[in-house]
C-alpha cells in the first residue's frame, strides 16, 4: 500500500521569479528598537524629548576574533518578519483546505513587529548623540543601597538619559551592587529571597567594606601589591557616587534601583562594545547579564562578582574595556543560568545578532551587533528543569477599605508561564485577612509584585507570614505607583495596541463578564503585563490564555490559616509536603495531573451530585484493577502535555530568535522537538480516551467531569499532523536543520494553534483520570479500613430549633488519620465521631474533648476535618462507614496561632460560621489570664452552640466547661483514653506511669496529667516535686471561684433561659392569663423537664 502523503508534499516551492531578487533585510529593519524611556513627572530636572535612535550604527570598531560561517536558518527568500501581504502570498496556503484554521496572519504580524514593546512606550523616549556634551549632576549622600545605572547627555536643552525605563520591576535577589563583595570561604549563606530586612544591614556593610578596601589598599601600596580587582575600575560604581536614571541619589525616597548614572566622560572613553554593553546594563541593573564575545559568554565589574561568588568562577582583569571579568564557553551557558535562576537571580543574554564576517561585510571599522535577547527569572521559567509544580507570578492590588462593613477588595493576576496561561479576579477581605492568606495559599507565588506605596501595613504582615509558609521562599517585588501599575483605561488601550491575549478563546475582555471590580482587577494585570514586557516576554503575552479566577465559588471555603493548620500542602516542621494531605494523594503519574490535584484540593466540591460523579468513577476503579493498570501504562507514556502546548503557542509569530547566529539553529532544534513530542503524547492520550469510552465501565462517564471535544474529529487531524512529521521532522528529537525547517515549523504551528481549544480539553481530560487513578490508588494502599462516604442533603434552616429538625450530619465509625501512623496498622486507634442529628434526632452537633497533653486531641480534630475535606474532593474515607452532609466552610482555630486582641481567626468564626460549617477550636482562651481565658472560651462555646449550632469539636483543658455544659442538650463530653498507675513510695502525688490509650471514651477527663506530662517530656523532677505543691495550693485557693459549676453538672445554660422564660410567664397578672399563655407554660414546663431527666 502506497504511504500516505504528507500534508506539506502538497506545497509548492517558491518559483525563481517570485522569489526576492535582493539579499536578506538588513539588520535594522529587523531587530527591535530600544525600548523608550518613561517620563517620570517628579524626575528632579527636566528632559527634552527626542525619539530615540538605535546606538548600534554609532559604535565602531571590532574587538571580538573571527568565527566560522553559519549556515542560515531561514533561506535567502524567507523574509526575517512577516506582515499581512507575504503571509497571504505564501505557497503554503495551498494547504488550507485541510484543516480548519483560523486566520492569525494580521496579529502574527504585529507580533513580528516588535519583540521590545512595554508600558513605557506611552512614554517619550531619549536620544544618544555621541557629538552632543555632557555633564555630570550629584548631590552628596552618606547612603548606600543596590545600584542602578544610565548614561545623562547635555545639550541645548538640558539632560536626558541613554535608554532610560521606569516600567521594570525590582526583584528580591541582591546584586553585587546590592551587598559588599565577601571572601568566598567566609561567606554566610544567605536567603537571596529576603531582601526586605537587609535595607538597613546594607548601609553598614556598604561602609565596612569602603573601610576595608581603604585600609587594605594602603596595606598593599605599602608593599607595592595593590590588586585592581578587589575595585572597580568605574568610579560611578562606588556607593559615594552611584545615581540612577534620573540623578537621584540611594537616600531619595524615588530613588529607582534598577537604573545607573553614567558619566559622559566615562562613556566617551568607551570602547564600541563597552558601549554596546553599559547600554544594556544601565536599563537592567537588577539582571546578571552575560555579554556574547566570539563563542564565550562574559560578565563584566558587578555581575563578575556573581559569577565569582555563586559559581566559583575565577576572576580576571580582561574582557571588554579591560575590567574585572569571569566568562565561560558557549557549552556551559546554559547550566550556568540554571544555576544562578536556582539561587534567585534574574539572568538575562547579550547575544550577536551577526558574525565578524558579517561585520566585516558591511565596513571593515564596524562592529558585531548585539541585543539583549531574552531575560529569564525564577517565576518565568520554562525550560526542564522547574519540576512538576506550578510556578507563578502573582501581581496584586489593593483597593480602598469600604467605609461600611471595613472589607478590603484586592484585584489579582497571575501567570504559569510554562502553561501561558494567565488568570484574573478578585477578592473581598475582612480584618483577618482570611482570604488573602488562601489565595497566597492557593497560587503559592513564586514571586509577588505590588506597589511599593499601595499596600496597608496589614497586607504586608500577611504577604510577609504566607511567603514564608513553605518551603520555597517568595520573592516581593515593589514597584513604582503611576508608572508600572497604569490607570485601568491605559492597561485596556496598550493590550489592544499590542494584540495582548490572542491565545484566549473568546475575546480576552470577555474573560471579565463573571468577575466584579473590574477596574481593580485590570490595574493588577496592567503590573503584570508591565513586568513582563521588560522581561522580553511579549511573546508570551500575545499567545497567552486569559481565565477568571476564584478563590471561593461552590467550593468548600478554607482560609489560608487553615490550609496552614491542617498541613493540606507543606508541614509545620520544615515546610516540606512529607506528613501533608497533597502527598498521601499524590499517586499521579503525570506532572500536569499533580498540578490539577494541588487545584482540586484548594476547592473542594460542595454539590452532591458533582460529589458523586467523582467518586462513581474512584469506585470503578478500585473494583476493577484491569483498567487501572491500562491507565497506567498509558499515562506513563505520556509527556508533560500542558506545558508542550504551552512552549508551542509561545512560537506562534516569533522568529526573531531564529535569526541569531548559532543561537537560532539550537531555538528550532527545540521548537522542533517540542511539537514532535506533543503530536505523539497526544496520540498516546486520544488513544486512550478511546479505549475507557469503548470499554463498559464506570470510567466511561467522564464526560460527566470534564468537557470532552469529539475525538473521532481530532484523530482524524492528529493523524495528518503525524504524517507531516515522519515526512519532514523524522528523527524530530536530534533533528538535523535544513534551511526550509523554520517555514514548513511556523505553518505546521501556526495550523495546529487554531485547534488549541480543543486539545486543551484532551488535555483535561488526561490530567482528571490521573487524579481520579490516585484517589483510588490511595485508597487501595492504605493501611486501614477506607469506605465511600455517603452524602446526606443538608438543612441550613437556621431559625427552626425544634427537636425535631434535621440539621447538619457528620457520622463516622472507626475514623482513622490518614497519614499520622506508622507503617503497621498495629498503630491504628479507630475511633467513632458522631455530630448533629441522626434519624431519631438524639446526637448534638458539638463535642467537647478534654484529655491530657499528648493524648491525641488534636490529632484526632484534624483527623475529622481531613476526613470531611477527602469526602467532597470525591475521595474514600479513613473509616469503616461515613455519612455527613456537605460543610460550606471549615474553621480551625489553634491556640499557638490565635491572635484574639487583632481580631484574627476567632472573630472571624463568630462573624463567618453558618450552621453548616464545620469549627475546629483547640484551647481556645489560651494566652491571657487564666479568668479571662476561661470567661472568652464559656461565651464562645456558647454562642456557637446555641445561636449557630454549627458541627463543632472543642478541645480545652477549661474543665470547669465541662461542668457547665454537662447536661447541655446539644454538647456532647468525650476524652481521650488513658492509664495512670501510681508507684510505689512516691515523692509526690501523681508521680506514676501515664499511657495513652489514644481511644475517645465517654465523659470528661478527671484531669490534664499535665505534671506526668512534664515528666515524660524531660523535666527535672525536682521541679515538678515543686509544681505539684504549688499545684494544690491552687486548687485550695480557686477552688471556690469554680464551686458553683459543680453544681450546674446537672443544669445547663439552655435550661437557664428556658427557666427565665419559665418564670416571667408565670409572673403574668391574672387579668392577662389566658388559654395561649397556660399552653405555653406547660409545653415549656414538659420540655425542661424531659430534657432535665
Known amino acids: 500500500m502506497q504511504r500516505q502523503k504528507s500534508i506539506l508534499s502538497f506545497l509548492q516551492k517558491p518559483s525563481p521569479e517570485n522569489q526576492p531578487t535582493g539579499g536578506p533585510p538588513s539588520y535594522a529593519d529587523m531587530l527591535d528598537r530600544w525600548p523608550e524611556a518613561n517620563q517620570d513627572p517628579r524626575r528632579s530636572f527636566s528632559v527634552p524629548e527626542k525619539p530615540l535612535k538605535d546606538p548600534s550604527p554609532d559604535i565602531q570598531g571590532t574587538d571580538t576574533p573571527p568565527e566560522k560561517p553559519r549556515r542560515p536558518i531561514l533561506s535567502a527568500g524567507v523574509p526575517a518578519t512577516d506582515d499581512d501581504d507575504k503571509n497571504a502570498a505564501r505557497s503554503f496556503s495551498s494547504i488550507m483546505h485541510k484543516f480548519t484554521r483560523e486566520d492569525r496572519s494580521e496579529s502574527i504580524s504585529k507580533g513580528n513587529q516588535d519583540d521590545s514593546g512595554s508600558l513605557s512606550s506611552h512614554f517619550k523616549s531619549d536620544t544618544l548623540e555621541e557629538d552632543h556634551r555632557y555633564m555630570k549632576h550629584e548631590t552628596p549622600t552618606y547612603e548606600h543601597s543596590k545600584y542602578h545605572y544610565s548614561v545623562f547627555k547635555d545639550d541645548s536643552k538640558g539632560m536626558e538619559p541613554l535608554h532610560f525605563e521606569l516600567n521594570a520591576d525590582v526583584l528580591g535577589p541582591e546584586t553585587p551592587a546590592m551587598r559588599p563583595l565577601v571572601p568566598r570561604l567566609k561567606r554566610v549563606q544567605e536567603d537571596p529571597c529576603d531582601s526586605e530586612n537587609k535595607y538597613d544591614s546594607l548601609l553598614l556593610s556598604s561602609s565596612k567594606r569602603l573601610k576595608s578596601i581603604q585600609d587594605s589598599v594602603i596595606e598593599q601600596k605599602a608593599h607595592g601589591e595593590v590588586h585592581e580587582s578587589l575595585t572597580s575600575k568605574f568610579e560611578w560604581l562606588n556607593p559615594s557616587a552611584i545615581r540612577d536614571a534620573n540623578g537621584r541619589r540611594p537616600n531619595d525616597p524615588l530613588y529607582d534601583k534598577r537604573t545607573l548614572y553614567i558619566p559622559p566622560d566615562a562613556l566617551n572613553k568607551m570602547s564600541a562594545s563597552q558601549k554596546q554593553y553599559w547600554s544594556a546594563k544601565c536599563r537592567y541593573m537588577d539582571v546578571v547579564l552575560f555579554f556574547k564575545v566570539g563563542k564565550f559568554y562574559e560578565l563584566y565589574e558587578l555581575d563578575a562578582e556573581i559569577g565569582q561568588r555563586e559559581l566559583d568562577w575565577k576572576m580576571t582583569m580582561s574582557g571588554v574595556g579591560k575590567c574585572r571579568q569571569v566568562g565561560i564557553s558557549e557549552a556551559g551557558i546554559g547550566d550556568a543560568v540554571q544555576k544562578l535562576i536556582a539561587r534567585g537571580y534574574k539572568v538575562g543574554r547579550m547575544e550577536q545578532l551577526e558574525t565578524s564576517d558579517q561585520a566585516k561585510a558591511r565596513g571593515r571599522a564596524s562592529v558585531i551587533q548585539r541585543k539583549l535577547v531574552e531575560v529569564s527569572t525564577p517565576s518565568t521559567i520554562t ?17 480602598k ?12 493576576a497571575f501567570l504559569d508561564c510554562a502553561a501561558l496561561k494567565f488568570w484574573v479576579g478578585s477578592v473581598s477581605d475582612d480584618d483577618s485577612h482570611a482570604a488573602l492568606g488562601s489565595l497566597l495559599m492557593q497560587v503559592s507565588p513564586r514571586e509577588v509584585i505590588h506597589e511599593s506605596s499601595g499596600l496597608s501595613e496589614e497586607t504586608h504582615r500577611t504577604l510577609t507570614k504566607y511567603a514564608s509558609a513553605g518551603s520555597t521562599k517568595v520573592q516581593m517585588t515593589p514597584a513604582m505607583p503611576s508608572i508600572d501599575f497604569l490607570d485601568a483605561s491605559e492597561v485596556r488601550k496598550l493590550i489592544h495596541s ?14 471579565f463578564d463573571c468577575l466584579m471590580n473590574h477596574d481593580l482587577i485590570i490595574c493588577a494585570l496592567g503590573g503584570l503585563v508591565g513586568h513582563l514586557s521588560r522581561l522580553m516576554l511579549d511573546d508570551a503575552l500575545r499567545n497567552g490564555e486569559l481565565l477568571p479566577y476564584h478563590v471561593y465559588k461552590s467550593c468548600l471555603r478554607m482560609d489560608g490559616q487553615t490550609l496552614v493548620n491542617l498541613e493540606i500542602f507543606s508541614n509545620n516542621v520544615d515546610g516540606g509536603q512529607s506528613g501533608t494531605l497533597y502527598k498521601y494523594l499524590d499517586h499521579c503519574i503525570t506532572a ?5 490535584l494541588r487545584r482540586w484540593i484548594c476547592h473542594p466540591l460542595k454539590n452532591i451530585d458533582d460529589i458523586n460523579d467523582r467518586l462513581n468513577i474512584v469506585e470503578g476503579l478500585i473494583k476493577d484493577s484491569g483498567v487501572t493498570y491500562i491507565i497506567a501504562e498509558y499515562l506513563r507514556r ?7 502546548l504551552g512552549c508551542v503557542k509561545a512560537t506562534v509569530g516569533s522568529s526573531s530568535m531564529l535569526l541569531l547566529p548559532l ?17 505523539k503524547g497526544l496520540r498516546v492520550g486520544i488513544n486512550l480516551l478511546s479505549v475507557l469510552q469503548k470499554k463498559n465501565h464506570e470510567i466511561s462517564s467522564l464526560s460527566t467531569i470534564v468537557n470532552l471535544p469529539m475525538l473521532s474529529e481530532l484523530d482524524e487531524l492528529l493523524h495528518q499532523y503525524e504524517v507531516a512529521l515522519d515526512d519532514d521532522f523524522p528523527r524530530y528529537q536530534d533533528h538535523d536543520v535544513k534551511d526550509s525547517d523554520a517555514e514548513t515549523l511556523a505553518v505546521l504551528v501556526e495550523l495546529f494553534v487554531g485547534k488549541a481549544t480543543e486539545w486543551s480539553q484532551v488535555i483535561n481530560a488526561l490530567n482528571c483520570i490521573d487524579v481520579l487513578q490516585s484517589f483510588a490508588q490511595a485508597a487501595f494502599q492504605s493501611h486501614g479500613s477506607m469506605s465511600r462516604p455517603v452524602f446526606l442533603p443538608a438543612n441550613s434552616d437556621h431559625m427552626d430549633s425544634h427537636r425535631d429538625s434535621k440539621g447538619p450530619t457528620l457520622r463516622m465509625k472507626g475514623l482513622w488519620h490518614p497519614y499520622a501512623v506508622a507503617e503497621n496498622e498495629d498503630g491504628l486507634v479507630p475511633n467513632d465521631i458522631y455530630l448533629g442529628q441522626d434519624s431519631d434526632g438524639h446526637h448534638p452537633c458539638a463535642l467537647l474533648l478534654t484529655g491530657p497533653n499528648m493524648g491525641g486531641k488534636s490529632t484526632l480534630l484534624r483527623a475529622t476535618c481531613l476526613a470531611v475535606i477527602l469526602a467532597q474532593l470525591g475521595c474514600y474515607v479513613p473509616c469503616e462507614m461515613c455519612a455527613l452532609s456537605p460543610a460550606d466552610v471549615i474553621f480551625t482555630r489553634l491556640g499557638a496561632t490565635d491572635r484574639i486582641m487583632s481580631g484574627e481567626k476567632t472573630a472571624s468564626v463568630l462573624q463567618n460560621a453558618t450552621q453548616d460549617s464545620l469549627v475546629l477550636l483547640d484551647e481556645l482562651g489560651r494566652g491571657t489570664s487564666t479568668f479571662d ?27 470547669p466547661l465541662t461542668k457547665e455544659f454537662a447536661s447541655h442538650p446539644h454538647v456532647s463530653l468525650q476524652h481521650m483514653a488513658c492509664a495512670f498507675k501510681a508507684r510505689a513510695g512516691c515523692s509526690f502525688d501523681g508521680d506514676g506511669d501515664l499511657v495513652f490509650l489514644y481511644r475517645l471514651a465517654s465523659g470528661a477527663c478527671p484531669e490534664s496529667y499535665g505534671l506526668q506530662v512534664a515528666l515524660m517530656a524531660g523535666i527535672r523532677k525536682q521541679v515538678v516535686e515543686t509544681a505539684s505543691k504549688a499545684s494544690q495550693r491552687m486548687k485550695l485557693m480557686i477552688g471556690e471561684n469554680f464551686k ?9 445554660s439552655l435550661h437557664e433561659e428556658w427557666l427565665k422564660t419559665l418564670l416571667s410567664i408565670s409572673g403574668i397578672n391574672n387579668d392577662y392569663w389566658d388559654d395561649d399563655a397556660s399552653d405555653t407554660l406547660l409545653c415549656l414546663w414538659h420540655e425542661l423537664k424531659g430534657f432535665y431527666r
Open 383 to 399: 525550560d526542564g528543569s522547574m519540576g512538576p509544580d506550578a510556578v507563578h507570578l502573582l501581581s496584586l492590588k489593593e483597593g
Open 1044 to 1052: 458553683s459549676s459543680e453544681g450546674r453538672s446537672k443544669f445547663s
Open 663 to 679: 543561537v537560532g539553529e539550537r531555538v528550532l532544534k527545540q521548537r522542533i522537538k517540542a511539537f514532535g513530542s506533543l503530536v
Open 401 to 412: 477599605q469600604s467605609s461600611v462593613n471595613g472589607s478590603t477588595i484586592y484585584g489579582f
Open 638 to 644: 505520556l509527556p508533560d502535555l500542558e506545558r508542550l
Open 933 to 959: 481565658g476561661y470567661a472568652i472560651a464559656y461565651a464562645v462555646l456558647r454562642h456557637l452552640v446555641e445561636r449557630v449550632r454549627c458541627r463543632l469539636l472543642f478541645a480545652t483543658h477549661y474543665h
Open 498 to 511: 499590542k494584540g495582548y491575549f490572542r491565545g484566549s478563546s473568546n475575546s480576552w475582555s470577555s474573560t
Open 592 to 596: 500536569s495531573g499533580k498540578r490539577l
